[in-house]
Each structure stands twice: as structure tokens, then as C-alpha cells.
């Protein structure tokens, strides 16, 4: 749930964005984390008497409000080292700092050196009607939205209830998101329900917003559902006054109500309606970090439409480069969860871990979000866990295809690093969830307060790291709360991981079918793990045909969920096949740990001649379901030197690379990927441009300015 950046449009000074403060008056502390040399900022109260900006100080805000931010902080620099004691200097600074850097501590200390410097000008209020009252509200106003991102509630309160002791009209709406992020519902409800009586839009527009997600964090479905829509339309309805050419400072904010409106569509399990609104908040580009592409990307990974996922993801890459660097460190690690993903689900393991460690090495600002860093950190560990189990399978894999396979980037921990790691995660995983509501709300089914994001396909994996006994308890009381016949196919499928963690294939096997009939069919990486423990369970059971059954249902669902399991086929291999490539391939297929050779049930046909083969694989009934053709016969190695022609690949290379196509295809999406596609899918193609495109900013605006 994210929060309505709406409010910044009715101040006057106000470039644009809405801020979020932190503590003003904390000056020992900020002077710690200054941004200027001390001697540049000396902390004393500063002159008396009123206050009359210079024409180098409206010059300077002059700069800030045309969004001229380098230009302004060059000269808001030079102006506060002959000037420390300009409020109207460390105002700018601060609100440049913030825009700019996204650096909030120091944004603050500025900020708060602009109301010391005010206060002790005017220090009776109420201030004379002549005196400058519109930038003591601004300072204010900026101070207690820093306050919000960087979570200090608290002060946050303090600021919004001095600033309505002074001005009008009061800041209602703005009290109920600290109050909820609090967790005192009531009192947040109370404001935000005032809000939406105001006769100012963006109030009732903010208290919508902030019912929205009170109602999420209650858990509270339906009331959720429906106050999220009520913004929604809202918003919507305004949005068609805004003038053509507005930007995104100027024009209502939409994507954020659509942001809220999917999330709540999918607590009420209606996958239309999340595509629906989600795809309404890409319509234009909002300064928010609730970007809607990111809900479509997790939408299509859990209904397997891949190629749509990965267009969704460049669209949610290009959407933040967009951000204003402060808001980009509200989702940075959001972003990187979300490709880590789709990476999981394609088995592009490395680069995915490489996503989560940052993900979790750097995590997300939450103040404009009403989850907290705990709930991302525990959603963050269960990824990386199941990035790295998926990792070890498929180095597994690796090991049965010989050399001349282009292998992953290598890895940065060894071993033992691993294994400490997948422990580290473990602990801090059961230590989240010894919060007895966060654990029940992380197995209920698109509930706000328990690990987020957590896909429905990967809550199983908590079932063994806590237990069964735990698991089957907390399973019991979510399904109590979310009672009738849309969520029982959801807690089916966990009844059946519990089974069979339990061994009981029998009971396994009958959650599986009831899970199986229950489910919606939009949950397609779901359902292929329910079908996965239909197989283990048959598995064990001795019962060949119906594991068999099952295993052929992963296959056509999702077959990365075989290796994501660490299932493997029984498979009869047929080679019409000549050549001693085709011989070796045939050989070491029967070394792989996907496929049980001998065993009957799945066909697997090579055709060809030499290089050029054809691998068909087929369901025990013999309808196919993949084949791979690979034509190696012109195919060379990387030259040593570039605009050189690479040597012929070696016999060996060539069943390392059939064989390595052959189980892409098989147990993936069949996705081919240069490495440029790769850079761009684990982030490191946008970060380069991003960088470019600040330097590129920079220099047209000092060639501007000069």
C-alpha cells in the first residue's frame, strides 16, 4: 500500500513533490551528518527582526522552482558560505538536497536551520500579516513530509500539530497515515474520514487514500476493496480537468490510486480487475514510487505469461529512471525483488541472487509505504533461498553437460558462504514470524502485514523452514478467517505441503485434488506446484501412473517448478539420430537430474544428423509438449581477439550446448537471452544509462546557465 503524493499542489511555494521530514530540532545529531563543512554552518540563533529576502535569495528560489536543481545548489552553495544565516538559502538547499541527492538527514538539517533562523526572526505568533507566513508554512509542511519518509512518525505528528495550532486551512488528511503507520486505527480513521468531507480536493483525495490503507492494514478485504476504488474513481474523475500539457507536478495523481486499487482487486481474488487498474496507472507518468508496471510483472510471473512479464519489467525499469532521485530510494529494492523474480522463474539464477543481496544489503525507505523494512527484509530472505536452491539444481545440471558451456558469472561466495547465508536467512525468517499477527497474515492469501511480497506459489517453502506442526496451526486459522469457497483451493494447497512434510501421502494427495478443483486458473505457478506434491506424494506411494499424471500437469503449467522442486521425469530415450554428437548427447542425458532414464513413462525422441539435432520431449500419452532444435554446424567459440572469427567448436562443445538448450527448453520457458538481454534483465544496463542521463542533465544545465 503506498501512499497519495497529492497534497504539495495547494503551496504556494511548492515546486511540486511531496516531502517527508525528520526530526528539526535533533541539532546535535544533524550537525553529525551535515553536507557542508562545519565552519559554513555555524548553529546559533542568528539575527532578529524581520525578514526580507535578497535579490541573490529570490534568484537562487527562483532556480529551485524552474527545476534547475544543479544550478540552484551551485549558487544556493555560494550564497549560504557568504550568507549561513538565509532562510530562504537553507530552505532551497534542503528542498534540493531532497529532490536531488534524496539525501532526507541532511535535507533535514537544513530545513531545520530554516525554521530556527525564522523562529527566532518571529518568535510570537500569530506573524504579522506583512511578514513573510507563506515560507514558515512551506519549511513546516516540507519538514513533516521528510518526517514520513524517514519513518519518524512521531515528530511527524509533532509538526502537523504545530503547524494546524498556526495556519488554516489544517493538515487533516495528513495526520492518518503516521497515525496508521502507528498502528492506532481508530484515531487515523477518525482524520481520515474528516478528510473526505473537505471541500478541498486533494484533502478529500489524501483521506481516501489514507482509508484505502487503514482498511488494508486491518485486513479488512471488502471495506478495503471498496475504500481503494472510491480513491481510484476520485481520482480519476479529476484527472480529466487537468490541462493537456500538465506534468506530473501539476496533474492529479493517478498512478498511486491505481497502484492501492490493484492490490486491494487482487485481496479480493478478481486478477481481472488488477490488470485493469494497474494497467490505468501506466497510462501516464506519476511522480510516485507505487509503479503499476511492477504489479503486472508479478501478475504475469504467477499466471506464467512470461513474454508479457518481460516487457512489463523494461516498462517498470523505464518508469523508475523516470523517479526523482529521492523517490527512487523508496522502491529501489522492490524493483530488484520484482526482476529476481521473473529471473527465478526463468532460471536465470545468478543474476537474480545478484538482485536479492542487494535488495536486502540496501533497503527500501518504507515512509511512504505502509509496509515496514522487517516485512520486506523476511520476504527478501525467502526469495533469496529459493534463488539458491534453484541455483545449486541447476549447477547439477551443468555438471552432467561436460565443457564448452557458457557458464554463469561466478559466484562471490563459496560454499561454506552459502551455506551460512541460507542459514542467516533461515534464522532471520523464524525470528520475523515469531510475531504471532505477522505470521498469520504472511499465510493468508493477499493480506497486508505479514512477509511482503511473498507470491502464492512460494508461500509453501515456509512449511518446511517452520514446520509442519507450526505451518498446519497458523494454516488452520488464516482458513478460519478467510472462509468460503474463493479461498479454499489457496489453503488447500498448503494443507497438502503440510501432509506431505508430515508423510501422509494420502491426505497429501486429496488437498491436492481439492486444491486442484478450487484454485482459479489465472494462478498457473501455483497450481504447478500443487501438482508437483500431487507427484512427490504419488512418488511415495509407489503409484507410477498417477505421479506420472501429475508430473505431466507441471510439465504444460510451469516446467521450471520440476527443477525449482527438485523433481525429476521417468523418461524412455528414442534416437533415430547419427553421429557421435547425437551419441554423446543420448549418453549423458542419463546423467541428468531432471530425467529418470529407463524408467518409461515420458518419451524423449532425437532426430538428426552430426550438429544439427532435434529433441522432442512428450507425455507418457504422447502428446509433446517441447522440442528443441539446435544446429551447431557453423557455430564457432568467442574470438580472442574482437573483429576476429572465433575457432569451430569442438565435438564436446556441441553436446554441452544441445544439452544445455535441450533442458532450457524443456524445464524453462525456452527463453533465449543475449547477454545485453540479461544486463537489462538484473538491472545493470538501466543503472549505467541512469547515471549517463544525470551527468547529461547536469552539463545542459550549466551550459544553460553560463
Known amino acids: ?26 541539532s546535535a545529531w544533524l550537525g553529525a551528518t551535515a553536507c557542508r563543512e562545519p565552519t559554513a554552518r555555524v548553529t546559533t540563533s542568528g539575527p532578529t527582526g524581520p525578514y526580507v529576502p535578497s535579490e541573490r535569495e529570490l534568484e ?54 530554516a525554521r530556527e533562523l525564522f523562529e527566532t526572526r518571529y518568535p510570537e505568533f500569530p506573524l504579522p500579516e506583512d511578514g513573510p507566513r507563506e515560507l514558515h508554512r512551506e519549511v513546516l509542511f516540507a519538514a513533516q513530509g521528510i518526517a514520513g519518509e524517514l519513518e519518524q512518525f512521531e515528530y511527524q505528528l ?38 473526505t468531507e473537505s471541500s478541498l480536493p486533494n484533502s478529500r483525495s489524501m483521506g481516501l487514500n489514507a482509508l484505502c490503507a487503514i482498511e488494508g492494514e486491518a485486513s479488512e478485504r471488502e471495506p478495503r476493496y471498496e475504500a481503494c476504488l472510491a480513491a481510484y474513481e476520485d481520482a480519476a474523475a479529476r484527472a480529466q480537468n487537468d490541462p493537456e500539457m500538465a506534468g506530473p507536478h501539476e496533474r492529479t495523481p493517478l498512478a498511486v490510486h491505481a497502484y492501492n486499487a490493484a492490490m486491494a482487486a487482487a485481496a479480493v481474488l478478481r486478477p481481472d480487475e488488477v490488470e485493469r487498474l494497474a494497467k490505468a496507472g501506466t497510462l501516464r507518468l506519476d511522480f510516485t514510487p507505487a509503479n503499476p508496471w511492477r504489479l503486472l510483472v508479478r501478475l504475469y510471473v504467477d499466471q506464467a505469461r512470461i513474454d508479457e512479464g518481460l516487457s512489463a519489467l523494461e516498462e517498470m525499469q523505464r518508469w523508475r529512471q523516470r523517479q526523482p532521485p529521492y523517490l527512487r530510494d523508496q522502491d529501489r529494492a522492490e524493483t530488484d525483488v520484482a526482476q529476481a523474480t521473473l529471473l527465478l522463474v526463468v532460471g ?49 545440471e551443468r555438471a552432467t553437460w561436460g565443457a564448452g558451456v557458457d ?35 504472511t499465510f493468508r492469501v493477499h493480506v497486508l502485514g505479514g512477509l511482503e511480497p511473498v507470491p502464492t506459489w512460494l508461500v509453501g517453502d515456509l512449511v518446511e523452514l517452520l514446520g509442519p506442526g507450526v505451518a498446519a496451526v497458523v494454516i488452520r486459522q488464516a482458513s ?69 499424471r501429475y508430473l505431466a500437469s507441471v510439465m504444460q503449467l510451469d516446467p521450471g517448478t520440476i527443477r525449482r522442486q527438485g523433481l525429476s521425469i521417468p523418461v524412455t530415450i528414442r534416437s533415430g539420430a547419427s553421429g557421435s554428437v547425437a551419441s554423446e548427447v543420448e549418453q549423458r542425458l542419463s546423467s541428468s537430474p531432471r530425467l529418470r ?43 580472442a581477439v574482437e573483429g576476429e572469427e572465433g575457432e569451430p567448436i569442438t565435438d564436446a562443445e556441441a553436446v554441452a550446448r544441445t544439452l544445455q538448450a535441450f533442458h532450457e527448453r524443456a524445464f524453462g520457458f525456452g527463453l533465449e537471452l543475449s547477454a545485453l538481454d540479461l544486463r537489462s534483465l538484473d538491472g545493470r544496463t538501466v543503472v549505467a544509462e541512469e547515471a549517463a542521463r544525470e551527468k547529461m542533465r547536469a552539463v545542459l544545465e550549466q551550459v544553460a546557465s553560463d
Open 1 to 26: 500500500m503506498t501512499r497519495g503524493l497529492t497534497r504539495m499542489l495547494t503551496r504556494p511555494l511548492t515546486k511540486g513533490a511531496l516531502v517527508v521530514g525528520w526530526s528539526l530540532l535533533a
Open 60 to 113: 537562487v528560489f527562483q532556480l529551485y522552482q524552474d527545476d534547475k536543481l544543479i544550478t540552484a545548489r551551485r549558487k544556493v552553495d555560494e550564497l549560504l558560505d557568504e550568507d549561513p544565516y538565509s532562510i530562504l538559502g537553507h530552505y532551497v538547499l534542503g528542498q534540493v538536497l531532497r529532490q536531488s541527492d534524496g539525501a532526507l538527514p541532511q535535507a533535514m538539517e537544513h530545513l531545520g536551520r
Open 158 to 195: 509533532e509538526l502537523l500539530d504545530f503547524y494546524d495550532a498556526l495556519y488554516k486551512p489544517k493538515l487533516t488528511a495528513e495526520h492518518a497515515w503516521p497515525l496508521m503507520r502507528l498502528r492506532r486505527y481508530e484515531e487515523a480513521r477518525g482524520f481520515a474520514r474528516q478528510a
Open 348 to 396: 536465470r539464477t545468478e543474476a537474480g541472487l545478484r538482485l536479492t543481496d542487494r535488495a536486502i544489503a540496501r533497503p527500501d525507505r518504507r515512509g511512504l509505504s505502509s509496509s515496514t523494512g522487517e516485512q520486506a527484509a523476511g520476504a527478501h530472505a525467502l526469495l533469496r533461498l529459493a534463488l539458491r536452491r534453484t541455483h545449486e539444481a541447476l549447477r547439477a
Open 407 to 441: 557458464e554463469d558469472e561466478p559466484s562471490l561466495l563459496s560454499p561454506v558462504g552459502r551455506a551460512a547465508q541460507d542459514l542467516a536467512d533461515r534464522e532471520r525468517i523464524r525470528t520475523l514470524l515469531t510475531d504471532e499477527a505477522r505470521l498469520l497474515a
Open 480 to 548: 478460519a478467517l478467510d472462509y468460503g469457497a474463493r479461498f479454499a483451493g489457496f489453503y488447500a494447497a498448503l494443507r497438502a505441503e503440510v501432509a506431505l512434510a508430515d508423510g501422509d501421502e494420502a491426505e497429501a494427495l486429496r488437498q491436492v485434488e481439492s486444491s486442484l478443483r478450487d484454485l482459479p486458473p489465472t494462478e498457473v505457478l501455483l497450481r504447478a506446484r500443487v501438482a508437483a506434491v500431487g507427484a512427490a506424494a504419488s512418488a511415495d506411494e509407489g503409484n507410477a501412473s498417477q505421479e506420472q
Open 597 to 639: 532414464v529407463g524408467s518409461g513413462g515420458f518419451g524423449l525422441m532425437i532426430e538428426g544428423e552430426g550438429r544439427a539435432l532435434r529433441l522432442c520431449l512428450s507425455t507418457p500419452e504422447g502428446a509433446e509438449l517441447s522440442c528443441t532444435a539446435v544446429d551447431l554446424r557453423e557455430a564457432r567459440s568467442e574470438p
